[in-house]
């Protein structure tokens, strides 16, 4: 291709170097979302995955990960949708672990061919965990009567504003061992002969970065500009795909009438999502 060619065609149709598009996938692992927070989750993902995997000429897609779990649903979702656009427009997948990527952040992490972490990275978390609060002795303090009412004798089970029962208990975990189980194999599938024979490794415990690859969770220790000129070669650019911004459509989500009350809603409601984020990135010392 002629220098002046070069010089008008743009970045990505030039063919004198590769291009890896980049997709960043950072926060706790949530369903929904609100105007004032918007969580890691399939809906909030998905377009940005499609759109790197869309790059033709490009071999693999980087995507980096710094999240210290959630959803399991959720996790699994981005998981599959990675792995699907992978097979299907044959490309390799990089996985660049952050700050963390634990629990459900590992398990999107597990969608890589090659998990490159950083040595100070915190990956591992594999098990489950439920948190709550029980507000039954304060309710008593203020005068307030708990009252509720079912057809079925275990649709309220584990209520905040009720004692807990032994056999809700149970069935909690329960249910946390056969979705800890769907984790443990996935590890095993897609880690396989890499994975250490360590009796800590799926009791939700984690660890730093080199740690974690001699444990077999990653592959390798560096970062994303240095492991991939060093694997497509010095001309390797980065391209960072992001959600397309529309300057009119953001002063409407910020000042139409009909968004007040859902501002104020959400408002209100983000305070306890915002503090089940915080418990989740504390968990890990972030």
Same mark, same amino acid.
């Given at each position: 291709?002629?220098?002046?060619?070069?010089?008008?065609?743009?970045?990505?149709?030039?063919?004198?170097?590769?291009?890896?598009?980049?997709?960043?996938?950072?926060?706790?692992?949530?369903?929904?979302?609100?105007?004032?927070?918007?969580?890691?989750?399939?809906?909030?993902?998905?377009?940005?995955?499609?759109?790197?995997?869309?790059?033709?000429?490009?071999?693999?897609?980087?995507?980096?990960?710094?999240?210290?779990?959630?959803?399991?649903?959720?996790?699994?979702?981005?998981?599959?949708?990675?792995?699907?656009?992978?097979?299907?427009?044959?490309? %390799?997948?990089?996985?660049? /672990?952050? $700050?963390?990527?634990?629990s459900? #952040?590992? +398990?999107?992490?597990?969608? @890589? !061919?090659?998990?490159?972490?950083d040595?100070?990275?915190?990956?591992?978390?594999?098990?489950?965990?439920?948190?709550?609060?029980g507000?039954?002795?304060?309710?008593?303090?203020?005068?307030?009567e708990?009252?509720?009412?079912?057809?079925?004798?275990?649709?309220?089970?584990?209520?905040?504003?009720?004692?807990?029962?032994?056999?809700?208990?149970?069935?909690?975990?329960?249910?946390?061992?056969?979705v800890?189980?769907?984790?443990?194999?996935?590890?095993?599938?897609?880690?396989?002969?890499?994975?250490?024979?360590d009796?800590?490794?799926?009791?939700?415990?984690?660890?730093?970065?080199?740690?974690? %690859?001699?444990?077999?969770? /990653?592959? $390798?220790?560096?970062?994303?500009? #240095?492991? +991939?000129?060093?694997?497509? @070669? !010095?001309?390797?650019?980065?391209?960072?795909?992001?959600?397309?911004?529309?300057?009119?459509?953001?002063?409407?989500?910020?000042?139409?009438?009909?968004?007040?009350?859902?501002?104020?809603?959400?408002?209100?409601?983000?305070?306890?999502?915002?503090?089940?984020?915080?418990?989740?990135?504390?968990?890990?010392?972030?």
């Amino acid at each position: 291709m002629s220098t002046a060619l070069s010089r008008i065609l743009p970045k990505s149709l030039r063919a004198d170097g590769t291009i890896i598009p980049v997709v960043r996938l950072q926060g706790a692992i949530m369903s929904g979302g609100s105007p004032l927070r918007q969580h890691l989750s399939l809906a909030s993902s998905a377009g940005l995955l499609e759109k790197a995997f869309s790059y033709r000429k490009s071999p693999a897609v980087a995507i980096a990960i710094n999240s210290p779990g959630g959803s399991p649903v959720q996790s699994r979702l981005i998981y599959k949708r990675i792995r699907d656009l992978a097979e299907e427009k044959k490309k %390799r997948v990089f996985v660049f /672990v952050e $700050d963390v990527a634990a629990s459900g #952040g590992y +398990l999107i992490a597990l969608a @890589g !061919d090659e998990i490159i972490a950083d040595p100070s990275s915190i990956v591992g978390s594999i098990g489950v965990v439920s948190a709550g609060f029980g507000f039954q002795e304060m309710i008593k303090k203020i005068g307030v009567e708990r009252r509720i009412h079912t057809a079925g004798q275990n649709k309220a089970i584990l209520d905040p504003f009720q004692p807990e029962k032994k056999e809700d208990i149970e069935r909690l975990k329960s249910i946390q061992l056969d979705v800890h189980e769907t984790f443990i194999q996935l590890v095993k599938e897609r880690r396989g002969a890499k994975l250490a024979d360590d009796d800590e490794l799926f009791t939700g415990a984690f660890w730093a970065g080199e740690r974690g %690859r001699a444990l077999g969770l /990653v592959d $390798d220790i560096g970062d994303m500009r #240095g492991f +991939l000129r060093q694997r497509y @070669g !010095d001309k390797t650019s980065l391209k960072l795909v992001s959600q397309p911004r529309s300057l009119f459509g953001r002063r409407m989500t910020l000042f139409g009438a009909d968004q007040a009350s859902e501002m104020a809603a959400s408002a209100a409601a983000g305070l306890l999502s915002a503090a089940e984020e915080q418990a989740l990135w504390r968990r890990f010392g972030l």
